[in-house]
């Protein structure tokens, strides 16, 4: 897949909710996701810990009230896009989780992202 294309059907599976399964068929064995500096995730240097990563994460959510993912900005290998998500966790506080997440596709897969919130 181009660029274009893994971004594209990643903005679709988001949008489903269908975050494991976009996780599993468009990440490379060896990718790697960078988290904000002093946030709540830990950094993952495989496709393994991406996945578990966020199962964890979701693991921590009672209810997910609104979910918005932009269209993806495409140049050359990166994409960019913004992830909007609000939601309440286990401990019944809420919040409005705001990203843009960067991606860089080698060989038709993700391997690497990185998350600024």
Do not use: C
């Amino acid at each position: 897949m181009t660029t274009q294309e893994v971004a594209t059907r990643l903005v679709s599976l988001l949008r489903e909710g269908k975050f494991e399964e976009a996780q599993v068929e468009l990440y490379a064995d060896n990718a790697t996701a960078l988290e904000s500096p002093g946030g709540a995730f830990t950094n993952a240097n495989s496709k393994q810990e991406v996945i578990e990563g966020g199962r964890k994460f979701r693991s921590t959510l009672q209810e997910v009230h609104s979910l918005e993912v932009s269209e993806p900005i495409v140049s050359g290998p990166v994409f960019a896009i913004t992830f909007a998500l609000d939601a309440t966790y286990n401990s019944g506080s809420r919040v409005l989780f705001q990203e843009i997440a960067a991606f860089k596709v080698q060989d038709g897969k993700i391997v690497s992202s990185s998350y600024l919130y």
